[in-house]
């Protein structure tokens, strides 16, 4: 467990120096702020359903974001040798890729949750009377699981493809799913990515915290087989 935190530590700083770390927590944070520029009359049914809808959109583009970068990090750390100095000096695959995993995570659940509070803060400031928090917090966090589940994703593609293949092939699988989260009312949607749906959606669902928690733990699970896979495809790739 502490070599893991090493790792996670080390995976931090590097995207805090190569400035990975910018689009990640900024995209959603900047997106929450400015929740507030959209006009009252595209705002939906409820100033809370309309913020979230509004919301949803910089979550998404950072999940996007994130499984790129998560993709063209693993492949990178392949290709200029970093992963395999580690596992000469008996540093586990598994856990250079559990690290930055974490790292991950850290900084987009980070930047997911104080984007949402800019969400919040504009719907609040819209609504008549004070809104209930626990359906937006819900969806929130069940779209914090839905962006792990990319990140998984991103660092499986990386973990077998080229930097610049594993880059686009993660953008261009991550980009449909979330863009169905738009167009594809939540009920018919996958779990994994149901979060992102009830965020679009909120004002239209029915039990949204039981809803965001059983898609909260369908993400999860996702980016849990996700990542062993990822393991084991990263213990059989040439480093």
Do not use: K, N
Not at 8 to 28: C, H, K, N, Q
Not at 56 to 67: D, L, Q
Not at 114 to 135: F, K, N, Q
Not at 139 to 166: C, E, H, K, M
């Amino acid at each position: 467990m502490r070599r893991v935190l090493t790792l996670t530590r080390m995976a931090l700083r590097e995207l805090w120096i190569s400035f990975r770390l910018i689009p990640l927590i900024g995209v959603p944070v900047v997106g929450g702020m400015l929740v507030t520029a959209v006009p009252p009359e595209f705002a939906g049914e409820t100033a809370v359903g309309g913020a979230s809808f509004w919301y949803a959109v910089p979550a998404a583009v950072a999940i996007c974001v994130a499984s790129g970068l998560a993709a063209l990090t693993m492949a990178h750390e392949r290709r200029r040798g970093t992963a395999a100095w580690m596992a000469v000096r008996a540093v586990p695959r598994s856990s250079v890729l559990f690290s930055w995993f974490l790292a991950f995570a850290v900084l987009l659940c980070l930047g997911i949750a104080l984007g949402s509070v800019g969400a919040w803060l504009a719907a609040i400031g819209r609504a008549e009377t004070s809104p209930d928090p626990l359906p937006f917090a819900a969806a929130v966090g069940a779209t914090a699981g839905t962006a792990l589940a990319g990140v998984a994703a991103g660092l499986l593609i990386g973990t077998t493809l080229p930097t610049v293949p594993a880059t686009l092939l993660a953008v261009a699988v991550s980009t449909p799913l979330v863009v169905a989260g738009f167009l594809v009312p939540p009920s018919a949607l996958p779990l994994p990515i149901g979060g992102l749906g009830l965020l679009t959606h909120l004002d239209s669902a029915v039990r949204p915290v039981a809803g965001a928690l059983q898609a909260a733990g369908a993400a999860l699970a996702a980016a849990a087989v996700l990542l062993v896979v990822a393991g084991a495809a990263l213990e059989r790739s040439d480093l």
